[in-house]
């Protein structure tokens, strides 16, 4: 069973650390219990039940109201509420539960729904992208098993190579070139998989290089293609100390380059960095450089 501190309900909810006590003390919306050293923690159960009543509470239901009521009306509820509107909040929390509880139905569910309403790009920036880097926080928290977090990423990485795949090839030289890549400690890859979608489709030559790269391979990867950019995510697998090290050294290594940097652990980072990497603050803020970079 996964531990939750109420810094990562907080972090995963959205609703403040203050109104989950006042959840607890006056609803008993959640009950937390107790490590052998008197220290509050979560289960699933607390954290899929309060995703539920965030999703109610924020369309007018009272928690006193939501307090009375079992984790399967809660669910009902919540699953009736989806349907009827394109609140990317819900859809992300859903996709929470659905990757906790291991239900592929429900995440096709909440994927085939917004993508007829808003399209696939739209979905993937709005609802995916931002779901991921949820994930991310589960896994640094150790709040999620392996297994959890593969179910999840194989049924989004199918659609994401269908969508790239149905891309209109580019050639080679007659556009600037990204090179796709990341650290060798981490395996994550689907934020780069959608970038090299976005890439593709605004008609950027990619090449990709995917997981856990050498730094060496990159030096010499630099000799036999000509590159104008570089783009990395760290998501998990790197200390905030090793991974200002790697950039320091990527950005010196690569100095013709530029470099976009995105990913979790990237956004926390305090301090100057070399004048050619570019932290990537989100997918919207990623179209927006490559939209500039064809101007």
């Not at 990423?153 to 090839?169: C, T, V």
């Not at 950005?251 to 305090?270: A, E, L, M, W």
Request: net charge neutral; glycine share 4%.
């Amino acid at each position: 069973m996964a531990r939750y501190s109420i810094k990562d309900l907080e972090e995963l909810s959205g609703i403040k650390a203050h109104t989950i006590r006042i959840w607890e003390k006056r609803y008993s919306i959640i009950v937390p219990e107790r490590t052998a050293t008197n220290i509050r923690f979560y289960s699933d159960e607390d954290l899929k039940k309060l995703l539920n009543v965030s999703i109610l509470n924020r369309h007018g239901l009272k928690i006193s109201h939501l307090a009375k009521l079992s984790y399967n009306d809660l669910k009902e509820k919540v699953i009736h509420i989806s349907r009827e509107t394109t609140d990317t909040e819900i859809q992300i929390e859903n996709l929470i539960i659905s990757m906790l509880e291991l239900d592929e139905w429900k995440f096709n569910k909440i994927l085939s729904n917004s993508i007829i309403k808003t399209g696939f790009e739209e979905t993937v920036v709005n609802i995916i992208h931002p779901f991921f880097e949820k994930i991310g926080i589960l896994w640094q928290t150790g709040s999620i098993i392996p297994a959890q977090e593969h179910f999840i990423s194989n049924l989004f990485r199918q659609k994401l190579i269908a969508a790239i795949d149905g891309q209109e090839p580019v050639i080679r030289n007659r556009h600037s070139t990204f090179i796709l890549f990341l650290h060798e400690n981490e395996l994550h890859e689907l934020g780069l998989l959608f970038y090299t979608y976005l890439l593709k489709k605004n008609g950027y030559s990619v090449i990709y290089l995917g997981q856990a790269v050498p730094f060496d391979d990159l030096k010499q990867i630099i000799t036999i293609q000509k590159a104008d950019y570089f783009l990395t995510s760290f998501s998990t697998g790197i200390s905030e100390k090793s991974l200002k090290e790697y950039l320091q050294k990527l950005g010196q290594t690569f100095r013709q380059q530029k470099i976009f940097c995105t990913g979790h652990q990237v956004r926390k980072i305090d301090g100057d960095l070399p004048d050619n990497i570019l932290k990537v603050e989100s997918a919207n803020h990623f179209l927006e450089i490559i939209e500039s970079i064809n101007q």
